[in-house]
């Protein structure tokens, strides 16, 4: 069943846009180890009781169980090889970047039988003209590493802007879980303003959860955390201080390295091939819509071959650390001077005035003794900032 072309808008609590995609997104998330379903509820705004009647409808009668009007029988007849041969073509046609083997998964979990080998799709999709001879040279297996769980790192990018019919310009904000696979944002920007960034950030936290770490690359807005100028001064942004300040660590990408955010760079990859190079867009507000719709093909429909051939949906889980509404203050230790930046990115300490980045404007850091008497140490949060020696 093609779930993904009932999505038309990317909402939240339920709306009459994307009914079947956020009920599906809810199952398979209350059917995760540990799933806590009065906090689902919440997220997804509706009722326990609501909440329960979906899981019910689909354990059921499957995903058509989460139509409000299906009528149509959970099972398929047998197909003659015919009938199976034309169902290949068919998902071919609509998805024409997709293999023998997400096929074959689409077949399985479409309750279709027989399921033909890979190999039997491959030779149908010859015969059918839908795959050149030499394409399947060019695949060959890779070596992948990835985090154990979901939500300890997020990979977070922007892909390269195009054009739209409106002479306007979309800047697609993504960010991908590392360990699942599962997009967490596929926005339609207009820029790449650090406002922009985080009042995306602030929408998928309140309905995701906040995650261990964000990867991002060393341009602008993610500033380059780790990297020290001559002064032996590490320079945060305003958006860095923010995730600091949220207990997010962020982490950047060697420069001139984009591998370092392979799943990143791999899911604009599937973003062009499957959505991109295919369509126009006539602004912003249709760019968004088509997002939202092959965004739920990707996470709920899709199979990735990365995760076994599983959705990444059916891998991915919220993470248990929530948003909060309101910053609590910041902690430092009983022994640490403590001192506010002021608006020049500037405090004053035993008499020196110490330079810190404007980034940290109006924030409290803290001075801390070392082993070394005559050098201290200045932290924001738990991220070292700078040395500084005391008697020079």
């Known amino acids: 069943m093609d779930i993904w072309k009932l999505a038309k808008k990317r909402a939240m609590p339920f709306k009459h846009k994307t009914v079947m995609e956020q009920r599906l997104e809810l199952v398979i998330q209350a059917a995760q180890q540990g799933a806590n379903i009065t906090e689902l509820s919440k997220r997804y705004?509706?009722?326990?009781r609501v909440c329960y009647k979906w899981i019910d409808r689909y354990k059921r009668y499957g995903q058509e169980g989460l139509s409000d009007q299906s009528k149509r029988p959970l099972t398929s007849p047998l197909k003659t090889s015919v009938d199976v041969e034309q169902q290949v073509v068919t998902l071919r046609r609509e998805n024409p970047e997709w293999g023998a083997r997400k096929l074959r998964a689409i077949l399985q979990r479409e309750g279709c039988t027989p399921v033909p080998s890979a190999s039997t799709i491959g030779m149908i999709l010859l015969r059918s003209g839908l795959v050149k001879p030499e394409r399947s040279k060019q695949c060959a297996p890779l070596q992948r590493f990835e985090y154990e769980?979901?939500?300890?790192?997020?990979q977070m990018d922007f892909k390269g802007c195009f054009n739209l019919l409106d002479k306007s310009n979309?800047?697609?904000l993504t960010i991908t879980d590392d360990h699942s696979r599962f997009n967490i944002c596929l926005a339609a920007c207009l820029g790449q303003r650090t406002t922009t960034v985080k009042e995306q950030l602030i929408s998928v936290f309140r309905r995701y959860g906040m995650p261990d770490t964000i990867l991002t690359d060393n341009g602008s807005p993610w500033g380059v955390t780790g990297n020290q100028s001559q002064d032996?001064?590490?320079t945060l942004t305003t958006l860095e201080v923010w995730l600091l300040r949220l207990g997010i660590r962020v982490i950047h990408g060697r420069p001139y390295h984009p591998q370092t955010q392979g799943k990143e760079e791999r899911f604009h990859r599937t973003l062009k091939t499957e959505l991109l190079q295919y369509e126009q867009f006539r602004n912003l507000r249709h760019c968004q819509q088509r997002f939202d719709q092959w965004r739920n093909k990707y996470n709920l429909y899709r199979p990735h071959q990365a995760i076994g051939f599983k959705v990444p949906a059916e891998v991915y889980s919220h993470s248990p650390k929530a948003f909060p509404e309101v910053l609590?203050?910041?902690e430092y230790g009983a022994s640490d001077i403590v001192r506010k930046v002021c608006d020049k990115g500037l405090i004053s300490l035993n008499g020196k005035i110490i330079k810190l980045g404007k980034g940290l404007s109006g924030q409290w850091v803290a001075a801390r003794a070392t082993a070394q008497t005559d050098i201290m140490e200045i932290y924001f949060c738990n991220q070292k900032i700078k040395d500084?020696?005391?008697?020079?």
């Open 388 to 392: 500084i020696f005391i008697n020079k």
């Open 232 to 234: 032996n001064l590490v």
């Open 170 to 172: 979309c800047h697609p």
């Open 45 to 48: 705004g509706i009722s326990r």
């Open 149 to 154: 769980y979901p939500n300890q790192l997020w």
């Open 328 to 330: 609590s203050n910041l």
